[in-house]
């Protein structure tokens, strides 16, 4: 073994690289889109609650445009969350 790789441990490297698909298969597009939504989402609404009243929200007819979207992107990560929950309890088939 080359000097090197035995101070770096290169082999747990090499392991690492190797099976980094598989690594990357087991997260899901849905549960991805779905943590972002809810953290969007949540940010919106927080800062929609804590400015509620303010004096900003005049020149939307008074609608507090903040809490109204973020109520729908946490209503939509929630349901990505859900189908990507839902997904995983059908049980798949092998591959022949």
């Known amino acids: 073994m080359?000097?090197?790789?035995?101070?770096?441990?290169c082999d747990l490297w090499l392991v690492i690289i190797q099976n980094v698909d598989r690594i990357f298969v087991m997260?899901?597009?849905?549960?991805?889109?779905?943590?972002?939504?809810?953290i969007l989402g949540s940010i919106?609404?927080?800062?929609?609650?804590?400015t509620n009243g303010d004096s900003m929200y005049t020149k939307s007819l008074g609608w507090n445009l903040n809490t109204i979207w973020g109520s729908v992107?946490?209503?939509?990560?929630?349901?990505?969350?859900?189908?990507n929950w839902l997904s995983n309890q059908?049980?798949?088939?092998?591959?022949l």
Request: with cysteine; glycine share 14%.
């Open 27 to 38: 997260i899901s597009l849905a549960s991805i889109l779905s943590a972002l939504f809810l």
């Open 2 to 9: 080359i000097p090197f790789c035995q101070w770096f441990g």
């Open 44 to 50: 919106l609404l927080g800062y929609g609650l804590v």
């Open 73 to 83: 992107v946490l209503i939509v990560g929630v349901l990505f969350g859900l189908g």
């Open 90 to 95: 059908i049980p798949k088939k092998e591959n």
